[in-house]
């Protein structure tokens, strides 16, 4: 609840002091008289319509979101606001500090303090956006305008994989505009690189800083540590008469997490009827996120008719978890061999028991590994000419590839085998024997901040062995003592896009542009299982394989956190290594259908789009109107098992599935602003967006299954064939999107007293409207929602393909209907998503002259959202919606020194996490704040000028990130803790 007065207090805070900081810069009768004439000046150039002296060149010029060369926070601040002011649609924007520098730990991180948006935590690193309320997957990224393919195995880009240092500015379109190819139903983020002949000279900095993680290392082992590195390196010339321009770039980071992480199975009544958590899975993780990264831009400018610019970008991501902990099998573990285990209830409160002790319990100890391997690659060729004053043409060619490969590791030890030294296949094929393996009891407890602690009384650093301590591995005939999940992901993408421009020099428009895009995209899914066993035999009716294996390792204790005592720890791949554990490869283990496939789409996308720059008596007018068409030809590659193919011992026979649809869909969309003065404008926006379904829903895998009893049935609700699976022939969700904004800019002088000289008043937006005085702005938003895709429904489906598997020719004459049922994603959802939200950036020198250099930036958003699925009449909300999202920033910037502090603030929301299987999940995600400070000094003359030094904190709040379930936080599903993260660091631009 204080939070959301927060929020409120922020969104009111931003409305007050509106009219505050109006009043305090008025300006003197002397500034009015001057700026009555430039406005007299203007409104007889409008009204004359001459538009003649405005060549192509000084349009481009005056379109350019380019940042005045001042260094620091305030100046990042402003050249945003910059970029915001000029824009022809409704935008959000973060720009450098200086060459090779955004603000924040991370892209990001950055993005996330921006009104609308929130980032999203991945292993304690922002990762992903929500935009207007809704998750990644309704949202797209681009790099200088080229889309980007994700190493995820659907659409949603990982934004941590991109260093920042590459990026002089980036920016969030909220209302899309007919021009923009690849744009998302929610927003759309645009990541620019440097333009090396938009600067006025040669440029470079080096930046490099020292990270370390305030906690003690979790997990031992290769690969991982506690401290960590980022070094990066931008360099900038212009060569040929200033024709030829190159940016070089190289990012190298070694970034170290640790995580406390906690992920109960869920949650049953006891015998009172109370419910109690049914198990735990519990890890100390240490994670190193390794980026190498490259980047490379050409730009040829021979003339004022032609420009060529090849942008070249590379990255190289790994990262390393070492996961050691246990698994804690409470009333949910096995319990058919005596003694089960029991639960002794203590204290229970409200139907919820907050402590107790369970008896006769046996955990499994785990030593877990997983590694990602990602490479991102980026192509993209960018050609302008200019024809004459009136006609353009601008042509583009864009590839983009990633690659990514898991490794997912468990292994298992514990005090025995499940079944007993005597377990054997009885004369029923199942495997039986004598008794649980010994066990102890665990006092557990709830504590406030949903971690649950838990002590056990017997000490699992002694006669521990390598098996299957709880007997996983039955249902498969072999001693499971691990698993190994290794999903491989291939994405990419090429897109050709041809644009031809008219402009005009007289009339309401300023230009009118048409061109088209041709885009190609294919992903590939690929999963790989193998179980690890103890000299990879199974159970026969002749044969019973290894129960345990020694092995030898090293006290640990990654879970004192929770109160656990120490644990053995050794490294599984030199088990694997040297024989003792064997991989014995098996196929949809935990996973409801085939999971590997591949997805292929083709977009056609011509457009249509109207520039305006016109006046309404004194009201000037700008914006745009147009068209976009997207018609899709998707198809989809799945598999099946074959009837009777066992799924365990690297035999499974598949048979391909394919499935397909094409769809066309009509995007208009209208941009409006009106400047009622030369601070004050009111943008309007109405667009039809869409969002092309998750890719993993288009898989066209089944798991079918047949049933005799309805063979002669005619009813395809009660068919002899059902199945469960993906949907090829899903549309995408669509949404009429509504924006409207109103902002007011305040006049102020430039922080740190840069002035602006004649190349930088004509070249930058900064220096171009004054600059320096922030805004408050005040926005709503309405999102109207409609085929949106439910995965949880059902279809019809034509089975004739799978019958000659499954019946004789005899049943093939007696079949009543080969159509049935498959429980699978539709299109059967709608709704809306609504929005109100208040930002205020305000230096405080506009209210009191002696706080120069203080200032604020507050934003507050309140959301809310109706989901409907089908007939069912109950409403939930939209998955990734925040219903409150708050950010605040003080900073101070004085003499080369800066300091600032900030606060995130997000309510809970329904997320997606890592399910079982890298699978991907929805759960709820609990809402909080997060804490991040930064002070710098920067040596602005003597022998060390252009040396900033710098130190940063981030979540200071030590954060918790939990998800639970029936809306109850009590019943915690995940529950993480990361840590304080510090850096110290040096950055130094070359004067």
């Known amino acids: 609840m204080k939070h959301k007065l927060l929020a409120m207090a922020i969104a009111s805070a931003c409305l007050g002091i509106c009219a505050v900081a109006s009043a305090a810069t008025a300006p003197t009768p002397a500034a009015q008289q001057q700026d009555s004439q430039q406005s007299a000046s203007s409104n007889q150039s409008a009204d004359a319509n001459s538009k003649s002296d405005k060549t192509k060149k000084d349009k481009e010029k005056a379109k350019q979101m380019q940042a005045v060369q001042v260094n620091g926070f305030v100046s990042s601040i402003e050249n945003s606001t910059a970029l915001k002011k000029n824009a022809d649609t409704i935008v959000e924007a973060v720009s450098a500090e200086q060459v090779g520098k955004l603000p924040g730990a991370s892209i990001a991180d950055a993005l996330g303090r921006l009104p609308g948006i929130a980032a999203q935590d991945v292993d304690g690193r922002p990762q992903v956006l929500n935009i207007h309320g809704l998750g990644p997957d309704f949202s797209t990224v681009l790099v200088n305008g080229g889309q980007q393919v994700s190493t ?582 669509m949404a009429d999107n509504y924006n409207i904004s109103y902002e007011h800019y305040f006049s102020g002088p430039i922080v740190g007293g840069y002035q602006c000289n004649d190349a930088d008043s004509k070249s930058s937006d900064l220096c171009r409207n004054g600059g320096g005085g922030g805004y408050v702005a005040v926005s709503a938003y309405f999102l109207h929602l409609y085929n949106y895709i439910d995965p949880n429904a059902a279809y019809l489906y034509d089975f004739s393909a799978f019958i000659p598997n499954y019946l004789t020719p005899a049943q093939q004459a007696q079949l009543g209907t080969p159509y049935g049922i498959v429980s699978g994603p539709t299109n059967d959802g709608r709704g809306f998503i609504r929005g109100e939200e208040a930002t205020l950036n305000l230096p405080f020198n506009l209210l009191v002259p002696a706080l120069d250099g203080f200032g604020t930036i507050l934003t507050g958003t309140h959301n809310d959202s109706s989901l409907v699925y089908g007939d069912n009449p109950t409403p939930i909300t939209v998955p990734g919606l925040s219903k409150w999202v708050a950010h605040g920033t003080l900073y101070y910037q004085h003499n080369g020194f800066e300091a600032r502090v900030s606060d995130d603030y997000t309510s809970s929301f329904l997320g997606e996490v890592s399910g079982i299987s890298a699978s991907r999940i929805e759960q709820t995600l609990k809402g909080g704040s997060s804490y991040d400070a930064q002070v710098s000094y920067t040596f602005s003359s003597g022998t060390f000028k252009g040396l900033t030094l710098i130190a940063t904190g981030t979540n200071l709040s030590n954060k918790i990130f939990s998800t639970y379930q029936n809306n109850d936080p009590r019943q915690v599903l995940i529950w993480e803790r990361y840590g304080r993260t510090y850096s110290l660091g040096a950055s130094y631009k070359f004067q």
């Open 152 to 733: 995820n195995n659907n659409r949603d880009v990982a934004l941590d994989q991109y260093p920042s240092s590459w990026f002089d500015n980036v920016v969030v379109h909220l209302s899309p505009e007919a021009d923009l190819i690849g744009q998302g139903m929610a927003g759309t983020t645009d990541m620019h690189t440097i333009r090396p002949l938009d600067k006025s000279g040669p440029e470079a900095a080096v930046n490099a800083k020292y990270i370390w993680n305030s906690m003690s290392q979790l997990a031992p082992g290769p690969g991982v540590g506690n401290s960590g590195y980022n070094v990066n390196g931008v360099w900038v010339d212009q060569f040929a008469d200033h024709t030829f321009g190159v940016t070089l770039g190289v990012d190298l980071e070694n970034n170290p997490t640790q995580i406390e992480h906690q992920a109960p199975w869920g949650y049953l009544a006891d015998s009172n009827g109370d419910q109690v958590v049914g198990g735990s899975k519990n890890y100390g993780i240490t994670d190193s996120m390794k980026r190498n990264g490259l980047l490379a831009t050409f730009e040829w400018q021979p003339n004022e008719h032609y420009t060529s610019t090849l942008d070249l970008t590379y990255d190289n991501f790994k990262e390393t978890q070492q996961a050691k902990g246990m698994e804690l099998p409470f009333l949910w573990g096995t319990g058919a061999i005596q003694p089960s285990p029991a639960l002794v209830p203590g204290n229970v409160e409200n139907g919820f028991v907050q402590s107790g002790v369970y008896q006769n319990i046996n955990p499994v100890i785990r030593n877990d590994f997983n590694s990602t391997t990602a490479r991102v690659y980026n192509f993209n060729w960018d050609n302008k000419f200019t024809i004459n004053e009136d006609w353009s043409i601008d042509a583009d060619a864009n590839y983009s590839r990633a690659t990514r490969q898991d490794v997912n590791l468990e292994s298992y030890s514990g005090t025995g085998y499940y079944y007993g030294p005597d377990a054997h296949l009885d004369a029923d094929g199942n495997i039986t024997g004598s008794s649980h393996a010994p066990s102890g009891a665990f006092g557990f407890s709830e504590l406030p901040d949903g971690m649950l602690y838990a002590v056990p009384s017997l000490n699992y650093t002694q006669g521990m062995v390598l098996t299957d301590p709880e007997g996983w591995g039955a249902g498969n005939k072999v001693v499971q003592a691990g698993f190994i999940n290794a999903p491989h992901t291939v994405d990419w993408l090429a897109n050709f896009r041809i644009a031809v421009e008219r402009d005009f020099s007289s009339g309401p428009f300023s230009s009118m542009k048409f061109g088209l895009s041709d885009t190609t995209r294919t992903k590939t899914y690929n999963i790989t299982q193998d179980f690890l066993t103890l000299g990879g035999g199974s159970f026969t009716s002749s044969n019973t394989p290894v129960l345990s294996a020694p092995f030898s390792g090293s006290n640990c204790s990654p879970l004192a956190w929770m109160g656990m005592g120490s644990e053995e720890c050794y490294n599984p791949f030199s088990l694997i290594d040297n024989g003792t554990l064997v991989e014995v490869p098996t196929f949809m283990s935990s996973l409801p259908l085939p999971p590997n496939w591949r997805v292929r789409e083709r977009d056609f996308n011509p457009y249509l789009q109207f520039n305006l720059d016109t006046n309404l008596g004194a009201i000037a007018l700008r914006g745009n109107f147009g068209i976009q068409i997207d018609h899709t030809n998707q198809t989809s590659d799945g598999e099946r098992v074959a009837p009777g193919s066992a799924l365990t011992g690297g035999q499974t026979q598949l048979i391909p599935v394919t499935g397909g649809t094409s769809y066309t869909r009509y995007l208009p969309s209208a941009n409006l602003i009106f400047g009622f003065t030369d601070n004050d404008d009111l943008r309007v926006s109405a667009a039809r967006t869409m969002a092309q379904p998750r890719m993993d829903q288009m898989n066209a895998s089944q798991a079918p299954s047949y049933n005799p009893t309805y063979l002669e049935s005619t009813n395809p609700n009660q068919a002899a064939f059902s199945s469960s699976g993906g949907n090829a022939a899903l549309l995408p969700t």
